[in-house]
């Protein structure tokens, strides 16, 4: 159970994220903009962050070392958030989703860099099963790539190496900072880069605790920021960057999945076909490690 515990960790994060899509098209059509909906999410995500630091912690926060480690994991998951949705201006959903999920094969290849090694047979087989899947899930077979505007592609594959990079850096274990204490500083900071760029003026002009928007706040702050923040930092160090980017890939099936059953959106069988091709690439990595470990024990 020890061997699953940090990549089901990895993996039920990712889940939460693959709900925010669904959530923040409830909120458009509850006539709030996207960038008000993703501005409540850093905003309220902070505060609850914030409220646990409080009821947990009792002392002021500090930093007892690895200060840029935390500022770029909150620059890095402020600004996916950002240029993500600036990819759906000119992007069909579809297409954006298959473009932030460049971040499998990206997150793999910073892992290599940084370890000065080459991927393993299991990543390379991942990687290519997890590409196939994630085009039939996405749906894009039959979408028309004729026309669209180039700065679609530049912020679709610029949210892909953000993301990539965010889980990289939670590779790096903060000494002497606890992680609800890392948490705190990360959701400051992805608050900060989300208030300069998108909506700051719902929390002077009150609207960010107006209903319904406060409760898609506390919606998206929790399956957004606290839960995915929380867990990353604890797992990804102990699964590795590389294996965490591949582990990530379900955030497309609970995407998928989540506006089907909310939104009532269409499914056709291709979909599903790549949902399942996508959860079978996930787990070759892991039951990889898993095998190679239980050798070890036995020698």
Do not use: H
């Not at 039959?142 to 610029?158: K, M, T």
């Amino acid at each position: 159970m020890k061997l699953w515990i940090y990549p089901l960790m990895v993996v039920f994060a990712a889940s939460c994220y693959g709900t925010l899509s669904t959530m923040i098209k409830l909120a458009i059509g509850d006539g709030y903009t996207a960038s008000e909906a993703t501005s409540s999410q850093y905003i309220i995500g902070f505060l609850l962050a914030l409220i646990i630091y409080m009821m947990t912690q009792r002392k002021l926060p500090r930093f007892n070392g690895g200060f840029k480690i935390v500022l770029l994991a909150g620059i890095f998951t402020g600004l996916t958030g950002i240029v993500y949705g600036q990819a759906l201006i000119y992007l069909p959903a579809s297409l954006a989703v298959v473009m932030l999920f460049q971040f499998t094969w990206i997150g793999t290849l910073i892992d290599c860099i940084l370890r000065k090694r080459l991927p393993s047979r299991p990543e390379v087989i991942s990687l290519i099963i997890l590409f196939v899947g994630t085009i039939l899930a996405a749906g894009i077979i039959d979408v028309d790539l004729s026309g669209i505007d180039w700065r679609g592609w530049v912020f679709g594959f610029a949210a892909a190496l953000s993301f990539s990079l965010n889980m990289n850096v939670n590779t790096k274990q903060v000494e002497g900072m606890n992680t609800t204490t890392r948490l705190l500083f990360v959701s400051f900071f992805a608050m900060i880069m989300i208030t300069l760029f998108q909506s700051p003026e719902i929390i002077w002009n009150g609207k960010l605790f107006t209903e319904p928007l406060v409760f898609y706040g506390l919606a998206l702050g929790l399956l957004g920021i606290i839960i995915p923040i929380y867990l990353f930092v604890i797992a990804v160090p102990k699964v590795g960057g590389a294996v965490s980017s591949i582990l990530s890939a379900m955030e497309l099936p609970v995407a998928v999945t989540v506006s089907v059953i909310v939104l009532s959106e269409a499914l056709s069988w291709l979909q599903v076909l790549g949902i399942v091709i996508i959860l079978v690439g996930m787990c070759i990595p892991t039951l990889a490690r898993i095998r190679t470990n239980k050798k070890r024990q036995t020698v």
